[in-house]
């Protein structure tokens, strides 16, 4: 009878034990971020007690996410691919206007962006039957396209503002001349624009070349075919240049109202800092 208490314990808490039993490598791996702090110390970079942070704090992010996700995924219900989803997008939305803090209203204009962008691009694959509208498929699909259009949205709205501010006598000159605010900086969009999507398309010409992605190597490593990886990678390429396209376009009509004056003169303030 004293033993019942530890038998009802392990079959309460199988999946706990089985979760720590699982960490044995991951904890293993921890011999390579020591290797680091130490390199850190020796070179006097005082990056020890950051890089230290930072591991715990993946850690414990993974962790509790890993957890939150199985629970999603024991549900099936269509709801909570929805409240992960838009929880991503206002993450990413907050760091995006985080790295561009001088636009104004930027982590409202970085989070609709990437709405539009990232939603647009799921619907076309749940349309054309490309994923199942599962928590299993979509959650992952949509942190993938979330987190690189969260990145190009990020490079975006900073270039853009930084090249207006740059040639700001010349963008002026236009406008006095009768240009409309989008004809007056049409090359500084292009500039930003081709700036913030080169690194994922340089990334997409060179997939499996220089790197296997991390889609297809966790398929490869879970036992799937490479050709099945690869078949999932493609797809992944593919959505993730539609998603970060579309959500930098948009961003740079929404930073416009924050630009101009509805009389078409540039907002000075927002470029004097």
Known sequence: MDLDWVVTFLKDYEWLIEYLRNMVKPAAALAVVLLAVALSYS?????????IYSVFRS?????????????????????WIILAYLFMVFVAGYTAGQRAKHVPRGKYVAGVSILAGTGITMFLLVVLNVFPFTPRYMIPVAGMMVGNAMTVIGVTMKQLRDDIKMQLNLVETALALGATPRQATLQQVKRALVTSLSPVLDSCKTVGLISLPGAMTGMIMGGASPLEAIQLQIVVMNMIVGAAT???????????????????QLQTHVFSS
């Open 59 to 79: 850690f414990l992010q993974l962790s509790v996410i890993g957890f939150v996700l199985q629970f999603i995924f024991n549900q099936e219900n269509a709801g």
């Open 246 to 264: 579309v959500s930098s376009i948009m961003c740079t009509y929404l930073c416009w109202p924050s630009f101009f004056t509805k009389a078409y």
């Open 43 to 51: 070179q006097n970079l005082s990056l020890e007690g950051e890089m």
